[in-house]
C-alpha cells in the first residue's frame, strides 16, 4: 500500500484513535479503533504496536513511524 494514501497513512491512523484519553493503555486505543471502524490493516498495526501505555498520539505515531 502506498505510504501517505488512504489505508495506514499518519492521519488515517490518527483519525481512527479518535475519542482517546491519554495517557492511554493499549487496549483503550484498540477499543476506539473498533469504535471507530477501523479497516484491518489499521487494526493489525495497532495490535502489533511493542508498548502497553502511550502518552499521547505521538508515541503511537512514533511506533508507527518505525514500523513503516
Given at each position: ?53 502511550y502518552g ?13
Open positions: 500500500m502506498t505510504r501517505g494514501v488512504g489505508g495506514e497513512s499518519p492521519s488515517n491512523v490518527q483519525k481512527h484513535l479518535e475519542g482517546v484519553s491519554y495517557p492511554a493503555t493499549k487496549e483503550d486505543i484498540l477499543e476506539a479503533a473498533k469504535r471507530n471502524n477501523a479497516p484491518r490493516e489499521i487494526m493489525d498495526f495497532l495490535e502489533n504496536m511493542g508498548r502497553e501505555e499521547g498520539p505521538q508515541d503511537v505515531m512514533k511506533e508507527y513511524g518505525d514500523a513503516h
